[in-house]
């Protein structure tokens, strides 16, 4: 087994061909050094992806070992300068603000056309019950042997309309 201080006391060099795992058994904890340094960089699992990361610190496109994209996306940002960090950190926060923008746009939008398409539908109802009433008012003054012109004036709506009703109905 060995120690942490083991570990510190190695070179740089020496660390990234080591995986240290822990196995927690029933009653001891034992520490399993797992080296690497023969490894013959054809992955065939996803330990040998982590493996083949660590050693070469390389990642292809073809590894999707779970974890591995985002340790290397962490990896990059710890590797930049101060100033570098600083600028991609205000990019992120702009393009965050930027997406929350666009959301918000999208979200009152839509809202905004849901309450128009209400108001069309109303406008649309009411003005079928006007015709509705319309239609009523006009049969109902022609049962009772009133001419078209006059029940024209009395609904206020043009004779043409009065006699479009009329044929249809």
């Not at 061909?17 to 927690?24: E, G, N, P, T, Y």
């Not at 393009?95 to 069309?120: N, V």
């Not at 109802?125 to 049969?139: A, K, S």
């Amino acid at each position: 087994m060995v120690a942490g201080s083991a570990l510190a006391e190695m070179p740089k060099a020496e660390v990234p061909f080591l995986l240290v795992r822990f196995l927690w058994a029933s009653k001891e904890n034992e520490l399993d050094m797992l080296k690497i340094n023969t490894f013959e960089r054809v992955a065939k699992s996803s330990l040998d992806e982590w493996i083949y990361y660590l050693k070469t610190g390389e990642l292809p496109e073809a590894y999707h070992a779970k974890g591995l994209k985002e340790v290397e996306e962490k990896l990059k940002f710890d590797q930049m300068k101060p100033a570098e960090k600083k600028r991609y950190n205000k990019f992120m926060k702009n393009s965050l603000l930027t997406r929350s923008q666009y959301e918000t746009a999208l979200i009152l939008g839509r809202e905004k056309g849901i309450e128009e398409g209400i108001e069309k539908g109303k406008a649309e109802g009411r003005q079928e019950e006007r015709r509705d009433r319309n239609r009523q008012i006009v049969l109902s003054c022609l049962k009772k042997g009133l001419s078209k012109e006059l029940i024209a004036e009395i609904v206020d709506i043009p004779i043409e309309e009065v006699e479009q009703i009329l044929k249809e109905g």
